[in-house]
Structures are given as C-alpha cells and as structure tokens.
C-alpha cells in the first residue's frame, strides 16, 4: 500500500529524527555547507528541515526537495557526527516524500527517470541489448561518423549533451566473462556469491571478472548468478522506495532456499560496487514490513561485504600471493564516498594494495571527500560537482600518480573522463583496487 508523501517523513522512527543535537561536528565535512556557509544546506540544516515537515511546521514544498536535491548524499556527515544520526535514512526518505509530491517534476525529468529507472535498470536483458547496440555507436569510426555526417542531431538535445559524458559500454558483459563456478580446488576455504550490477555489469565487466580472479585465487569457491538485475540503489537514493523494494526481492529470490543457489550455502555475498553495497546491506531495513521476505533481507544484510572488506579479513588463512609490477608503479586511492561513509570500508583497499611487492604508494589528499560522480548527481547539479571534481583533480595531480583506485564505477567513469581532458593527468590510469590486484597474482 502507497504512503502519502507527508507521511512518510512523519512514519519515520521519531527517535531517528530527534537524534541530532545539534553540535555541528559534521559541518566542516559536508560539501555543500563548506561550499556556501548557509545551514539550510548543511546536515544539521536538513535534519532540522525534515523535522519540521515531519512536525507539520513547514510545508513539503518544491524548496524543501530543492535542498534534498542539492545535497551530495556522500554520507560523510555520517562519519562525523557523534549521535550515529542515520542520515542516509533520513535523506532517502526525505526524497522519496518528495519525489511522491512530484515536487522536482517535468516532463523531460519525468522521462529520463522512467527510462533509465524503470525500464532498463528492471529489465536486465533489455538493458544489456541497449548497451551493445550503445557499445556499437561507441566504436571510434562509427561515432566520427555520427558527428560528421550530422545524425547527431537527430537526437534530443539532452542526449546530445549527456553522449559525450556516457559510461563506454564494453561487452562482452559478465555472464560471458565469468563461469556459474569457479573455484581452484575442492578444497575452498569459503563459499562466496558475487553480484555483478547493473552499470558496472556493461561497463566494467573486467572489474567482476577480476574479483572473481582474486577471490579464487584467495581459495574461495566463486558463484556467479547469471542474468542478474540491478539492486536497486540507484531507486533508494532518488526516492523511488517502491521500485527499490520490487528489486530487492528480486535479488533475494536468486538466493532463494529452493533454488539452485540458496543463500544459507553462502559464507558471503561479495559487492565491489561502494554506492551498490551501501544499499545492499540495509535490505532488512527496506523490507521490514514485508511479511514473506524481512526475515531473509536479515540474513542478505548479515552475509553482505564489499569485495575488498572480505579479502582482507581472509589474508591470513588465505594462501593468495603478489608479484611486483614490471616496472616502477606510484599508485594512490580514492576513496568511494558509500564505501569509506556508508560502509565504514576505510584501510581495506589500501592495506591490499601495498600487499602488491615493490608498488609505491602515494596518499591522496582528502581521499575521503567526493569527487562530484555521485551518482547522478554530476547530471542534477552539474555546477557543484564541477566544484567537486576540481578540488579532487588538484590533489590528484600533487600525487604524481601512475595509477588511482577507486572502488565504484561512478567515480572510476567519472574521473576517468576528466583526467582525459587533464593536461597533467591524460596518463594517469583508473582502476578498481580488484583489477590492480588481478593484475599481480603472483
Ligand atoms: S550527505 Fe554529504 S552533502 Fe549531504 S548533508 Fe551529508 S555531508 Fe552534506
Ligand atoms: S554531527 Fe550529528 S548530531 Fe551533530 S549536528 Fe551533525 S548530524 Fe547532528
């Protein structure tokens, strides 16, 4: 049964809502805030927002899903903040109130919303079949082509903006990259499922491929569910609950009792994605009303790691071991706002990396704060993402890198298509920290 809008800010626990007192310890970490210096766009200033709605003293009105909109949901306030406010709650929440009101709507919005939410990203075969089409138009000739003989503008004006800036698609995609099973031996030391995603499944397929690469060779047994549908993150953190829900029940009925792959066999289900596993473990949160599945959305979120998380808790019994690069490497790593905010993954990736013999390491300035990607937030707000993405690319440049891993697609896609436009840093390389350490099993 639909909420209304109000409501949902109102059926929010009260004791979440009232527990933020207020110190301002986040306010220096908040992108925004640091950016204008007003409250409204600060945490405490949203929290503080969302609670007179709740209170019926303001109105849920287009200014309030403005301030929604305009916050970066990069969760670093969460780190900050001494009251363990969950403010990711409170902000997919808040959105989702909005986005019932059509607070934000147009036509065009309203559209590109439909599109990618809930046709492609619900239909996994469709959206796989657009992206080789996409990967076809992407092939340097046939896109010179395009441009030259002037079909570009044959397409909307939306689109023409948004090509340039697209993910490259780059089949073949994981079901062809990676078998159902893949293990070393009979002997594994634990049985693991990895996801494979939706956007990182068409354009970084070799990054599933190379975890799957890395977790065998740490001695775990590998199951790949084929034709899997996206977990619906991008739905929880743009206010479509609704269609969040209908994914994650999808995704937990691949792990049913009475399929092939029931999720009681697993030791552990393995993301790589940091803004997809943010989401993916708080399934028991988004499906508590739901008599049929909460208790299996608990179990989902107990089983769930990050890629790097799980790694790294199995190096000691694990017998996985790194050879030195060919030639000298300086890597650096930025951290994904949901794995380092809203996963808590912080020295994981890193400590892995410099299990890579003879590779230089060079700390990032401000690893913590968000490059812009975001999402679609470098779509919505282009103006402070630029922001954003220019702090980072200066302290990216101060570390004279060869390399820089990054654990989420968004981010790699995004500062990938920046550094290429970047005098001094066309040659850096982008890479998931998985890739980097596939490329040196010993
Ligand atoms: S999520 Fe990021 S931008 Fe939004 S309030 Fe928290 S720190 Fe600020
Ligand atoms: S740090 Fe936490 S408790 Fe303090 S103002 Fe920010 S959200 Fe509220």
């Known amino acids: ?52 709605i709740a209170d019926d003293t303001l109105p849920l009105d287009r200014a309030f899903a403005e301030e929604m909109d305009y ?7 969460t780190t900050a903040c001494p009251a363990g406010v969950d403010y990711a709650h ?26 990618g939410m809930s046709v492609l990203m619900k239909n996994p075969r469709l959206m796989r079949w657009a992206a080789r089409a996409i990967a076809i138009t992407q092939k340097p000739a046939i896109r010179s082509f395009i441009y030259k003989s002037g079909l570009i503008w044959l397409a909307p004006k939306t689109l023409r903006d948004l090509e340039p800036k697209s993910p490259i698609m780059d089949p073949p995609f994981s079901d062809s990259r990676i078998e159902l099973c893949e293990k070393i031996n009979a002997n594994a030391i634990k049985k693991v499922a990895v ?10 397929a070799r990054v599933n491929r190379a975890t799957v690469d890395v977790l065998v060779a740490a001695g775990c047994e590998v199951i790949t569910p084929r034709n899997q549908s996206c977990c619906g993150s991008l739905h929880a953190h743009n206010g479509e609950i609704d269609q969040a829900r209908e994914l994650a029940i999808r995704m937990l009925d691949v792990f049913h009792e009475e399929g092939p792959h029931p999720l009681s066999s697993f030791d552990a289900i393995i993301s790589n994605a940091g803004g997809c596993g943010s989401h993916l473990r708080h399934y028991g949160r988004l499906l508590k009303d739901d008599s049929k599945y909460a208790s299996i959305a608990k179990v989902w979120d107990s089983k769930l790691r ?11 019994a694990s017998q996985i071991a790194f050879k030195s690069p060919a030639d000298p490497l300086n890597v650096t790593y930025d951290a994904s706002c949901h794995l380092i ?20 390491f060079t700390p990032l300035a401000e690893s913590d704060w968000c490059c812009g990607a975001a999402g679609v937030y470098a779509i919505t707000q282009p103006d402070q993402a630029q922001k954003l993405l220019d702090r980072k690319l200066e302290h990216l440049r101060a570390t ?23 005098a001094q840093l066309q040659s850096l390389r982008i890479v998931h920290p998985m890739e980097l350490l596939a490329e040196h099993l010993a």
């Open 1 to 52: 049964m639909d909420q209304q809008p109000l409501n949902l800010l109102k059926s929010l626990d009260y004791s979440v809502v009232q527990q933020c007192m207020h110190c301002g310890l986040c306010l220096p970490t908040c992108p925004t805030y640091v950016e204008t210096g007003r409250e409204r766009n600060s945490p405490r200033g949203r929290i503080a927002l969302m609670r007179s």
């Open 71 to 77: 916050c970066v949901g990069c969760l670093a306030c």
């Open 90 to 115: 409170l902000l997919e929440t808040a959105r989702a109130a909005s986005e019932q009101e059509d607070l934000l709507s147009s036509p065009m919005r309203s559209f590109y919303r439909w599109v």
């Open 195 to 204: 996801l494979t995603g939706c956007v990182q499944d068409i354009s970084y």
């Open 306 to 316: 990050d890629a790097q998380e799980f790694l790294h808790e199995l190096l000691t």
């Open 341 to 360: 905010h809203g996963q808590k993954v912080v020295n994981q990736p890193i400590d892995l990396i410099k299990q890579i013999p003879s590779i230089e």
């Open 400 to 422: 004279k890198a060869d390399v820089l891993a990054t654990a989420n697609p968004g981010c790699m896609h995004h500062l990938a298509l920046a550094c290429k436009e970047d």
